[in-house]
């Protein structure tokens, strides 16, 4: 079958903006439904859901990521082919609006895997894409947000979730909502995708799990895909989508029990927090997070209707 699961982010997501984090994914995954439906390949699928999440504003990727600690968006993307175990990746890029793309880019026509800051916008450049002002993406939420918190101190997202310690900060310092699609095509072929605008106010040149090969994502047609979203610091540890992988090969293929082990495994070892989105060779769904919330939405072939929650 076809199936397609996008996430949108895991963590203590504000009301008043669950639900465009719930339009976002909807929309997101209308898209790339209607792709797959019409036979377009997993790459290329994954390619344009992330576009999309990168496009609306609402997720800390693309024009609605966190400023670091200079008041500069540093942008972060990997995807990877499961059939051919091609990937590519960037990070720490200020002129890419869509670095999903540069991925892309990097995946189909470079010898290298991952390429960061200016080199990785000259490769941009040398593939024919067009850079933008690093203004262009900062969205008026952000800078705002960044602007309200001079002064005060930086908290990991694992610390987002000891309320005690953070009772006193906005809830713009906490966000985690990182993006990725895992989907699956007429062929059997397996892509998944992973874009993050990174931590808020974070060191400039830090780069987490998203663009790490293994960590933010992973795919491989006999097993299935994987991408992840949270405390960046905590997924490297525990290279958490190569690891939920690893499980679900283990298991026999079960996407959830995998998801919920490597959670589970991620808490366990590092005391972190974040969610996955897993899809098994077969094009079964498995979901977990240990945060108030993820934005997540999902179709496949065998359902009459997708799912959408936050």
Known sequence: MISLIIHGGAWDIPVDRIEPHRAGCAKALTIGWEMLRSGASADDVVERVVCSLEDDGAFDAGSGSHLNALGQIELDASIMNGKTLRCGAVAAVHRVKNPVSLARKIMDNSEHILLVGSGAEQFALDQGMLLCQPNELI????????????????????????????????????????????????????????????????????????????????????????????????????????????????????????????????????????????LNHQGNIGVAYNTPYMARAYMTSEMREPFIAV
């Open 139 to 278: 969205s008026p939420r952000e800078r705002s947000a960044w602007e309200a918190s001079q002064g005060q101190n930086h908290y990991s997202t694992k610390d987002a979730f000891r309320k005690e310690k953070l009772a006193s900060l906005p809830d713009f310092g906490l966000a985690g909502d990182t993006v990725g699609t895992v989907a699956m095509d007429k062929d059997g072929n397996i892509c998944v995708g992973t874009s993050t605008g990174g931590t808020f106010r974070k060191h400039p040149g830090r780069v987490g799990d998203s663009p790490l090969i293994g960590c933010g994502s992973y795919a491989d047609n006999a097993i299935g895909g994987v991408s992840t979203t949270g405390w960046g610091e905590a997924m490297i540890k525990v290279v958490l989508a190569k690891t939920v992988i690893d499980i679900m090969e283990a298991n026999g293929g079960d996407p959830q029990k995998a998801a919920k082990q490597g959670i589970d495994l991620m808490k366990r070892k590092v005391d972190g927090y974040g969610g996955v989105i897993v």
